[in-house]
């Protein structure tokens, strides 16, 4: 029987010394955020008999008329858990696992206060960037690679053969998502996604579960407040910042994946992206320009940069062209004929539906371009270290063959327009 009491004292002591160790290394990793609270422990006052702690005001998450009475508003709050619990499991890896509505706490100055730290986990360095793709995949429907990410997650043995597992993914996420995947429910996504995991010899790790378990409180939280609300509609800015500003080869190649689409790149994605992690605090518009540009400049990247020449060949002529088309527009009608030598319909000879196309692009640049101008760490020094980048050897022979591209297709469009002269002439 003393042995027994001693194993339990000697286990009291650890747990309550390993919780204020945990409680530190929390705070050191995730208060440096203006609406984060975690509470000093007071190590002077503390012993294996009882863990000391700094008092914390504030009423439970779940009190949502309390926190409404001090002006707050719960989706904040909850979005702030979701933000640093987002960075707690893809950042550095080391999370609460037990946020339940009795361990977060709305401070009166509207801070989320994080409390109890004896249910710690930590997620694996490659999955943290594995679940990150695997989002990416998702979003791209690409059910191969996402069925090979759970080599990275962990979840199979190299052995496994993941081929049969491709058709069930398709299955579900094909109908799972006729709408967008921030419009999804986080519990249906888990749900439908276990049963497909569960008919296959998938070996789902203990942090894996404490993720799913952390989130499903957030978003019960939230939907406590707002019945509408989505977990990974909320999640968004946070992947879009990473995957913008990441220079980890592993998100640097999911970020090609996402941009990159049978060799034309999708200029609404870049835009998507650039909207979303904007709404990120943390995002940058230096960091989100230079991982891409190292990449495109790297020794690996040639493939990759002849689809860049193609396409700023493609973005180039869409601006010059673009704006003599905007430019001959706001010529009253009677000056045209004058103005370019009795030929109304302008410079070159384009069909309406390639002037749209040309227009609609020169418009979609302009707009990511005011987007990354109106960040808000924006300033033109902070394109030194690019410009840098650009005086490579490489970077000029790029932009020596974008020069000639754009000079080529200019000039075929110019002989284009003579050509069809004298046939114009002779019809009138």
Same mark, same amino acid.
């Given at each position: ?49 009882? !863990? ?23 989706? +904040?709050?909850?979005?702030?858990g ?7 499991l ?19 100055? /509207?801070?989320? %206060? ?15 960037f594995?679940?990150? /793709?695997?989002?990416?995949?998702m979003?791209?429907? +690409? ?7 759970? =080599?990275?997650? +962990? ?13 069930? !993914? ?35 790790? %203990? =942090? =894996?579960?404490?993720?799913? &378990? ?23 800015? =946070? ?5 913008l ?22 200029? @609404? ?11 990120? &605090? ?24 002849? !689809? ?45 539906a ?9 418009? $979609? ?7 990354? $101008? ?20 490489e970077?000029?022979?790029?932009? /020596? ?5 754009? @000079?080529?297709?200019?000039a ?17």
């Amino acid at each position: 029987m003393n042995l027994l009491a001693e194993f339990i004292k000697s286990s009291t002591m650890y747990r309550l010394m390993q919780e204020g160790q945990n409680a530190r290394r929390f705070k050191k990793l995730y208060a440096d955020k203006e609406d984060v609270l975690v509470p000093d422990i007071f190590w002077d006052y503390t012993s294996g008999k009882v !863990l000391t702690m700094e008092w914390v005001e504030g009423v439970k998450l779940n009190e949502q008329e309390a926190i409404e009475r001090q002006g707050l508003k719960v989706l +904040d709050l909850v979005n702030t858990g979701i933000q640093c619990s987002l960075r707690q499991l893809l950042e550095y890896g080391y999370f609460h696992a037990d946020p339940h509505p009795g361990n977060l706490l709305a401070t009166p100055d /509207g801070k989320l %206060a994080f409390l109890d730290f004896g249910m710690m986990s930590e997620t694996p360095e490659e999955a943290r960037f594995a679940i990150i /793709g695997h989002v990416v995949h998702m979003v791209n429907r +690409d059910y191969e690679a996402m069925a090979r990410d759970y =080599y990275a997650l +962990d979840f199979l043995s190299p052995n496994v053969d993941v081929s049969p597992i491709v058709p069930a !993914l398709r299955d579900f996420f094909d109908d799972a998502l006729n709408s967008t995947v921030s419009e999804l429910n986080f519990k249906t996504l888990v749900d439908g996604l276990g049963a497909v995991l569960y008919q296959y010899p998938f070996n789902v790790p %203990a =942090y =894996y579960a404490l993720i799913l &378990r952390s989130l499903t409180v957030l978003e019960g939280l939230a939907l406590y407040a707002d019945p509408k609300f989505k977990v990974l509609a909320a999640s968004y800015p =946070y992947f879009a910042k990473r995957l913008l500003t990441d220079p980890n080869p592993y998100l640097r190649d999911a970020l090609i994946e996402l941009l990159f689409k049978d060799g034309k790149f999708r200029w @609404s994605r870049l835009e998507n992206l650039l909207v979303q992690g904007k709404k990120d &605090r943390d995002f940058s518009a230096k960091d989100a320009l230079q991982p891409v540009l190292k990449l495109l400049l790297g020794p690996d990247g040639k493939e990759l940069r002849d !689809l860049v020449i193609k396409e700023t060949i493609r973005v180039s002529e869409a601006i010059i062209l673009g704006s003599a088309i905007e430019s001959f527009n706001s010529v009253p009608g009677p000056m045209r004929t004058f103005v370019f030598n009795g030929n109304a319909s302008g410079p070159f000879t384009i069909s309406a539906a390639e002037q749209q196309s040309l227009m609609e692009l020169r418009a $979609q640049v302009i707009k990511i371009w005011g987007l990354l $101008q109106s960040s808000e760490n924006f300033d033109p020094n902070l394109f030194q270290p690019i410009l840098q980048v650009l005086q490579e050897p490489e970077a000029r022979s790029i932009g /020596g063959r974008v020069v000639g591209g754009i @000079s080529q297709r200019l000039a075929a469009r110019l002989l284009q327009q003579v050509l069809r002269a004298p046939e114009t002439t002779a019809a009138a």
